[in-house]
């Protein structure tokens, strides 16, 4: 369950920054520092809990290769990321975290 949470929400909060980063009014200039600054840091904080996915195309290979036990598990990082990623979205396009104006 801790698995299934982390990869949630380190997938939400790596997609709002890329959304933040390179939507309007947003610096172009800083978009790539923002980006990898937040991967990295959901790299170090997540290595320990999951291994990191946060993108499921990394997590396929790797368990195509390691055998059974990752394949039970695939799932997690395939669903996680996506529900993160889905989640993320409907934030922006509500525009629940625009500035009041």
């Known amino acids: ?36 600054l ?3 840091v959901i790299h170090l904080v997540g290595i320990n809990v999951t291994g990191v996915s946060v993108n499921p195309a990394r997590s396929i290979g790797p368990a195509l290769f390691a055998g059974t036990g ?6 997690l ?3 996680a990321p996506i529900v993160g990623a889905v989640a993320a979205g409907l ?4 525009g ?3 500035a009041p104006e």
């Open 1 to 36: 369950m801790a698995a299934l949470v982390f990869e949630v929400v380190a997938t939400f909060l790596f997609m709002v920054v890329i959304l933040g980063a390179t939507g309007r009014g947003a610096p172009a200039a800083m978009a790539g520092l923002a980006i990898g």
């Open 38 to 40: 937040a991967l990295v």
């Open 70 to 75: 990752a394949l039970s598990q695939l799932w």
């Open 77 to 79: 990082f395939i669903v």
């Open 91 to 94: 934030v922006f396009k509500t």
């Open 96 to 98: 629940t975290l625009d």
